[in-house]
């Protein structure tokens, strides 16, 4: 019978199916500071850790991004410094392999997984966050999961588990200029909402997606869970292959071959069937930003802010109420005309170097009118950023240039937005609160962020670069 | 854990959509300990508690006196959705609520809510919109849930039916712990493995 890629993993990694639920294997755990709550409980029952090489850690939540090389002394909150320290603390007891603080390989957990390898196509993998969907990008099957399910996954490397629907979202057609997968992905959280999802594995399948390079991938997956989906993927394919090969922890060789092999098998095949199917037209999407407080409250650059009386649904037409009221916006105002505050270029949705490098490509020889900060998605691709000499075009334009974590995303480790501003953001959540009490967010695309820093209004990134 | 079975309390409504759990818990109460002397409850819906000044907000449900001693929450859609954060679950568990009645969670929330021994019922919308429109017009009053049956019996009497997997059912009812039931399985986990990496050596 015909099989989706969600199915042929799942039914890979079943150890023991009860009809009800399913024993399943877990290859991969990915671990940062937010794990010592599923450390302690294991402290707790005197469980050690089952198979430590297949996890892997690093410090992204709390780590400051301002003068990283001043070491643990330098970050102020004692609950954070205690959280940071409690991390190398429970990697070397357990013998899991960590990028701590000042690690040449630390980074966002989501950035640093498919940056070693450490993710790959066929597996399945867990992390104690939601965003665990981004590995997804590479035909894993990856899903996040609270304390308790990661204390379980660590002890036995297996969880009980429901298995989800399957959705497939078809995107054909062609992307325009400025168009990128952050606009795509919010396009589709407009329309299937922020629980449209929920319950099912997104498989994002068409031409839009076949095209897209990895960095647009993952930003696509990783922001499945704001559509309620705890997992997208996207079939492997050469870009997935070439993506991989040579990094660390990717097979070499003759394994490498034979891997190879596997995950050629991968991909849906001809027939099969989902339990839901939704399409958009690639050729349709424009620049996209939300103007509420849930991802699904998103509109084309070139829309109007809703009339919360426009809305059939009463709990939509209640929250657009309220989103309005936090985000102080009257209807029938041009998007284009919302003053920005702060901006923020980075995290596990938009910090890999490809976002650096949109940004940076509309900030060159330009100068920002608004304050805020670049913190790339890993501590390798900011390297890699400042071989390019992109932190310089950065630096000129007015911006700062930090160190990686998942810094102004969740304000976990102090950078966070003032009450009362506006932000222009990369991240995913628009919650009321994300980057700080009061802060008001919209995300959008790293080369829209760029644009909106240079006017200080919400801009339509194609008007600056001339349309390409 | 402690076994869930039956539960009268004091409920509260919220009409609001899609309450996600940055905020139920803010993200920047996560780095706290939770410890049995010192637990997450002073955080539950703190930006929706409290002022700018740490002030109580008076208009916020939980601040009013017929609902301090909430036991229950009875929601609208996607109730939990967003960030894994099981200090959510933590925070509410704390505070004194074992169940919330909504006609849909977030996933993992759903989940984290059962690894805590906390109740996630799905009930209809149109039947939590007339439990909490009861609930307001008579402040402070009870719901009674009863897990065997799977009953939900409003403030006016009505019992209506909800819906919970089986196997959450029974995990609750017994409060169960999940390593333990799947390290029941060891031997099958290792065989499994065997062949597993055998195929895929590069994975171990
Ligand atoms: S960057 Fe944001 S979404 Fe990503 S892991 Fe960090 S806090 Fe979570």
């Given at each position: 019978m015909p099989q989706t890629l969600f199915e042929k993993i799942w039914s890979q990694h079943v150890i023991v199916d009860k009809g009800t639920e399913t024993l399943l294997y877990i290859d991969r755990n990915l671990i940062h500071e937010g794990a010592f709550h599923a450390f302690g409980a294991l402290a707790k029952e005197g469980r050690k850790v089952r198979k430590p090489r297949q996890s892997l850690a690093t410090a992204d939540h709390y780590v400051p991004t301002r003068d990283r090389e001043k070491g643990l002394a330098n970050v102020v909150d004692a609950d954070a410094r205690e959280m940071i320290r409690l991390f190398d603390v429970n990697g070397a007891e357990h013998g899991i392999r960590c990028f701590g603080m000042n690690d040449p390989q630390q980074g966002i957990v989501h950035v640093i997984g498919p940056e070693t390898g450490f993710t790959q196509p066929g597996i399945t993998l867990t992390c104690g966050d939601s965003h665990t969907s981004t590995?997804?990008?590479?035909?894993?099957?990856?899903?996040?999961?609270?304390?308790?399910?990661?204390?379980?996954?660590?002890?036995?490397?297996?969880?009980?588990?429901?298995?989800?629907?399957?959705?497939?979202?078809?995107?054909?057609?062609?992307?325009?200029?400025?168009?990128?997968?952050?606009?795509?992905?919010?396009?589709?959280?407009?329309?299937?909402?922020?629980?449209?999802?929920?319950?099912?594995?997104?498989?994002?399948?068409?031409?839009?997606?076949?095209?897209?390079?990895?960095?647009?991938?993952?930003?696509?997956?990783?922001?499945?869970?704001?559509?309620?989906?705890?997992?997208?993927?996207?079939?492997?394919?050469?870009?997935?292959?070439?993506?991989?090969?040579?990094?660390?922890?990717?097979?070499?060789?003759?394994?490498?071959?034979?891997?190879?092999?596997?995950?050629?098998?991968?991909?849906?095949?001809?027939?099969?069937?989902?339990?839901?199917?939704?399409?958009?037209?690639?050729?349709?999407?424009?620049?996209?930003?939300?103007?509420?407080?849930?991802?699904?409250?998103?509109?084309?650059?070139?829309?109007?802010?809703?009339?919360?009386?426009?809305?059939?649904?009463?709990?939509?037409?209640?929250?657009?109420?309220?989103?309005?009221?936090?985000?102080?916006?009257?209807?029938?105002?041009?998007?284009?005309?919302?003053?920005?505050?702060?901006?923020?270029?980075?995290?596990?949705?938009?910090?890999?170097?490809?976002?650096?490098?949109?940004?940076?490509?509309?900030?060159?020889?330009?100068?920002?009118?608004?304050?805020?900060?670049?913190?790339?998605?890993?501590?390798?691709?900011?390297?890699?950023?400042?071989?390019?000499?992109?932190?310089?075009?950065?630096?000129?334009?007015?911006?700062?240039?930090?160190?990686?974590?998942?810094?102004?995303?969740?304000?976990?480790?102090?950078?966070?937005?003032?009450?009362?501003?506006?932000?222009?953001?990369?991240?995913?959540?628009?919650?009321?609160?994300?980057?700080?009490?009061?802060?008001?967010?919209?995300?959008?695309?790293?080369?829209?962020?760029?644009?909106?820093?240079?006017?200080?209004?919400?801009?339509?990134?194609?008007?600056?670069?001339?349309?390409? | 854990m402690k076994p869930f079975t039956q539960l009268t309390t004091v409920a509260a409504p919220f009409d609001m959509a899609n309450i996600d759990t940055d905020k139920i818990i803010p993200a920047r109460f996560l780095r706290k300990l939770r410890t049995a002397e010192k637990g997450y409850d002073p955080w539950l819906f703190f930006d929706m508690r409290f002022d700018a000044d740490g002030k109580e907000k008076p208009d916020f449900i939980l601040n009013q006196a017929p609902w301090r001693n909430t036991g229950i929450i009875v929601a609208a859609e996607n109730f939990g959705c967003g960030s894994s954060r099981e200090g959510a679950v933590y925070a509410m568990v704390d505070w004194g609520i074992r169940a919330a009645i909504a006609p849909s969670f977030g996933d993992i929330h759903y989940a984290n809510e059962i690894q805590n021994g906390m109740l996630p019922a799905i009930l209809a919308e149109a039947h939590c919109a007339v439990l909490r429109a009861q609930l307001k017009a008579k402040p402070g009053s009870s719901i009674t849930i009863d897990l065997e049956t799977q009953t939900i019996t409003g403030p006016d009497g009505k019992t209506y039916r909800f819906d919970i997997e089986p196997v959450y059912k029974e995990r609750l009812l017994k409060g169960l712990d999940d390593v333990g039931l799947v390290l029941q399985e060891l031997p099958a986990i290792e065989a499994f493995e065997k062949r597993h990496f055998a195929k895929m050596p590069w994975l171990a």
């Open positions: 590995h997804g990008a590479l035909g894993a099957y990856a899903f996040g999961v609270g304390a308790s399910q990661l204390k379980q996954a660590l002890a036995t490397q297996c969880l009980w588990q429901k298995k989800p629907k399957t959705l497939r979202i078809t995107v054909d057609g062609k992307l325009g200029a400025g168009v990128t997968g952050k606009d795509v992905i919010l396009a589709i959280i407009a329309k299937i909402g922020t629980a449209g999802g929920t319950g099912h594995v997104i498989e994002y399948a068409g031409s839009v997606f076949r095209a897209m390079p990895m960095e647009g991938r993952l930003t696509v997956c990783n922001m499945s869970i704001e559509a309620g989906a705890r997992s997208g993927m996207i079939a492997p394919d050469d870009v997935t292959y070439q993506y991989l090969a040579g990094r660390e922890y990717a097979p070499k060789g003759a394994q490498w071959d034979a891997a190879l092999a596997m995950w050629r098998a991968l991909p849906t095949d001809d027939g099969a069937t989902f339990d839901r199917e939704v399409s958009l037209d690639g050729n349709a999407i424009e620049p996209t930003l939300t103007w509420g407080t849930t991802p699904e409250e998103a509109l084309p650059v070139s829309a109007v802010v809703p009339d919360p009386a426009s809305f059939s649904d009463a709990n939509r037409r209640a929250h657009a109420e309220s989103a309005l009221r936090y985000m102080d916006l009257k209807p029938g105002t041009q998007l284009t005309d919302i003053k920005i505050d702060r901006v923020f270029i980075g995290t596990c949705t938009n910090g890999r170097i490809d976002d650096l490098r949109a940004a940076a490509a509309v900030l060159k020889g330009r100068k920002v009118t608004v304050q805020g900060w670049v913190s790339p998605g890993s501590t390798l691709v900011k390297r890699e950023a400042e071989a390019e000499g992109l932190h310089r075009i950065f630096e000129e334009a007015g911006l700062e240039w930090r160190a990686s974590g998942c810094s102004g995303c969740a304000a976990m480790n102090g950078d966070s937005v003032p009450a009362g501003m506006r932000s222009a953001s990369t991240s995913n959540r628009n919650f009321e609160g994300r980057q700080g009490k009061g802060a008001r967010t919209h995300l959008m695309s790293p080369a829209m962020v760029a644009a909106a820093a240079i006017t200080g209004r919400v801009t339509d990134v194609r008007t600056l670069t001339g349309g390409r | -």
